[in-house]
């Protein structure tokens, strides 16, 4: 009966658009929801979650939604790690942007993150958020045994939260503990990682990986 496009399809949710992307009008919105739930078994019904002029699919499972009040959704992994760096989700989302406002100057966006990696006053927007597990206190695997080593001699319990990064000798250290020095290196390395999470959809070969060494150099950085 219909040709649409599919967009993001869930366990629970689909999405479509036309094939010549033009609107929905209100009418045909809720006819459609209407004729779903004609043929659905009695019990299961499908709701009207919204109309959105935009979606941006980075993966399956994760993808953003632009409603027609141009309030902006982030679904999926990639975008709700809540031990990602604020600093880094802030970049995700100023990728979006540049996508939702159709700009596109995604390389301005990934060398204004790798300038303020290369000067740091702050650390709390470049602090990973991790929990005190029994598995912490008493773990032997390495990442266990370095939050262990970081909140040595200190207060801290079994399920607090402590922010860290790492210092330029690859140990960890409490964000309250931030002289002035961090590990660029590594920074710069989720900074890359987190670009790629776009590979699907914009060209990330324009993104250095200022993590290698030969990049280093090219920034001064030892």
């Given at each position: 009966?219909?040709?649409?496009?599919?967009?993001?399809?869930?366990?629970?949710?689909?999405?479509?658009?036309?094939?010549?992307?033009?609107e929905f009008s209100k009418e045909e919105q809720y006819k459609l929801i209407a004729e779903i739930n004609d043929i659905l078994p009695e019990l299961i019904k499908y709701e009207h979650d919204g109309y959105f002029p935009k979606i941006i699919i980075t993966a399956a499972k994760n993808y953003i939604l632009k409603d027609e009040n141009s309030k902006i959704t982030y679904k999926g992994s990639s975008f709700k790690d809540s031990k990602k760096e604020p600093a880094?989700?802030?970049?995700?989302?100023?990728?979006?942007?540049?996508?939702?406002?159709?700009?596109?100057?995604?390389?301005?966006?990934?060398?204004?993150?790798?300038?303020?990696?290369?000067?740091?006053?702050?650390?709390?927007?470049?602090?990973?958020?991790?929990?005190?597990?029994?598995?912490?206190?008493?773990?032997?695997?390495?990442?266990?045994?370095?939050?262990?080593?970081?909140?040595?001699?200190?207060?801290?319990?079994?399920?607090?939260?402590?922010?860290?990064?790492?210092?330029?000798?690859?140990?960890?250290?409490?964000?309250?503990?931030?002289?002035?020095?961090?590990?660029?290196?590594?920074?710069?390395?989720?900074?890359?990682?987190?670009?790629?999470?776009?590979?699907?959809?914009?060209?990330?070969?324009?993104?250095?990986?200022?993590?290698?060494?030969?990049?280093?150099?090219?920034?001064?950085?030892?």
């Open positions: 009966m219909y040709d649409f496009i599919l967009g993001p399809v869930d366990t629970d949710s689909i999405s479509i658009c036309k094939q010549d992307f033009s880094l989700k802030n970049f995700m989302k100023d990728i979006i942007n540049e996508i939702l406002n159709e700009t596109f100057d995604y390389l301005s966006v990934y060398n204004r993150y790798r300038d303020e990696i290369l000067h740091i006053t702050d650390i709390t927007p470049w602090c990973s958020k991790k929990t005190i597990t029994m598995k912490v206190l008493e773990g032997t695997r390495l990442n266990e045994t370095n939050i262990a080593d970081a909140i040595e001699e200190t207060e801290y319990v079994e399920g607090d939260k402590v922010h860290t990064f790492y210092l330029p000798d690859d140990t960890l250290c409490l964000k309250e503990n931030f002289k002035g020095e961090y590990n660029k290196r590594r920074l710069l390395k989720r900074l890359y990682d987190t670009a790629k999470i776009f590979k699907n959809i914009i060209d990330i070969n324009e993104f250095k990986n200022y993590s290698l060494k030969k990049n280093l150099k090219e920034l001064g950085v030892e």
